[in-house]
């Protein structure tokens, strides 16, 4: 998108989630089981799973009474991502609807390649869609529905749109204040990996080759011995680059 020219322009939205897991209806999570096909007995047991549980809040210092909550699913229970990834297929299957209707108009790197509307993982939202008025009134309707039956909402403080290069900025202003969101020059990291927008350079690396000297000279590293030092450098070394080199080419001179 950094390089894209012609008439038409894209844009590209960083969505935020509040409260992500907080905010799921055990409604719309019986809804997503059923429309999946399973049975009532093995939906009812995982719901019972969900709705068994009990909380506590500290209030003015003091732990109040144990209470049940009405929504939600249970951060590091092993069923609650599954459940999550679910009913986010929701809203990736209320995009292609769209699609299919000529509503959504995804973006296209070339003629001959599929369209790509959307990148999920889990809580973390990429959306992909033409430039233009009538896009952002289905995007705002696509999302809008989604939260409205789910239950969840969308952080504007939080959310970022980026457009592509050949977009004026008026449109760009224009657009990113009917949305409400921040019109950002770069999107930053997605699941940790920065999105590259430019060529990339060995100063684009600045900050890894920061994070690796930080770890190799922590006050820790002087009460090792040379063998400690050499198992540390070499878990540093292999241990903090090795995720972002699934996705990038890592200049030489890095």
């Not at 999550?84 to 973006?107: P, T």
């Not at 011995?225 to 878990?235: P, V």
Request: net charge positive; proline share 4%.
């Amino acid at each position: 998108m950094s390089i894209k020219t012609g008439q038409k322009s894209w844009m590209a939205l960083k969505v935020d989630l509040e409260k992500a897991y907080d905010r799921l209806e055990w409604d719309f999570i019986v809804e997503t089981l059923r429309a999946l096909g399973l049975p009532d007995k093995f939906i009812g047991l995982v719901m019972s799973c969900v709705r068994s549980v009990e909380t506590q809040v500290i209030w003015n210092g003091t732990i109040s009474e144990a209470f049940k909550p009405s929504q939600g699913i249970r951060q590091g229970d092993p069923l609650s991502p599954y459940l999550f990834v679910l009913c986010m297929k929701r809203l990736s299957q209320a995009i292609y609807d769209r699609i299919e209707k000529n509503g959504w108009r995804s973006i296209k790197f070339s003629r001959s390649r599929p369209g790509l509307s959307h990148i999920f993982f889990v809580d973390d939202l990429l959306i992909f869609v033409e430039a233009n008025e009538p896009q952002l009134q289905v995007i705002r309707e696509t999302l809008e529905t989604f939260c409205r039956l789910s239950g969840h909402r969308i952080s504007a403080a939080k959310t970022q749109i980026y457009f592509s290069q050949n977009c004026p900025e008026s449109s760009r202003i224009s657009l990113a204040n009917l949305l409400g969101f921040e019109l950002v020059v770069d999107l930053g990291k997605y699941l940790g990996v920065p999105l590259l927008h430019k060529r990339v350079t060995k100063a684009t690396f600045t900050y890894l080759l920061d994070k690796m000297r930080a770890r190799l000279s922590g006050w820790a590293t002087r009460t090792l011995s040379l063998a400690g030092c050499i198992t540390l450098a070499k878990a540093v070394l292999q241990g903090i680059p090795s995720y972002l080199m699934q996705s990038n080419w890592i200049p030489v001179g890095v």
